[in-house]
């Protein structure tokens, strides 16, 4: 008898600037200064979404959260990786020297989609990040 031939599947992607309706992990808030306090432990997606119900301001204009990456179903996916992720990640590559140690302590990591394609840099524009919920 010979072994399956067993393949694992690619680790799932969290996109870490996803809408509302993709969302199910919490984050961070986005501080008066427009940067992101990354919320650890892992809190799930509801947790930010109760706390605006019912209000008129987009949630994603004060919380960021992280979703499963939906890769072609999305309009930055490229075809082999997030154009996003990419964006953000050039505009800081030049500035940021930045080593491991010094990332911020966000609940995805492991499994974020800008993380795994750009490194570091990603992570020091992450905390700049707005998302656009429109
Ligand atoms: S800080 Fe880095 S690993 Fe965490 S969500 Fe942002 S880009 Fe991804």
């Known amino acids: 008898m010979t072994q399956p031939h067993h393949r694992p599947d690619p680790p799932e992607r969290m996109c870490p600037s996803t809408p509302a309706a993709n969302a199910t992990v919490f984050l961070g808030m986005i501080t ?45 996916w490229t075809g082999d990786h997030c154009g996003l992720g990419a964006r953000v990640a050039d505009s800081y590559r030049e500035v940021t020297g930045a080593t491991e140690a010094e990332l911020p302590r966000c609940a995805i990591r492991r499994s974020c989609r800008w993380y795994a394609e750009q490194g570091a840099a990603a992570c020091a524009a992450c905390s700049h990040v707005v998302t656009d919920a429109r």
């Open 32 to 76: 008066p200064a427009g940067r992101v306090a990354y919320v650890t432990p892992q809190l799930p997606a509801e947790v930010a979404l109760a706390t605006v119900a019912g209000s008129p301001e987009p949630v994603e204009s004060r919380y960021r959260l992280a979703g499963p990456c939906v890769t072609s179903s999305c309009g930055f």
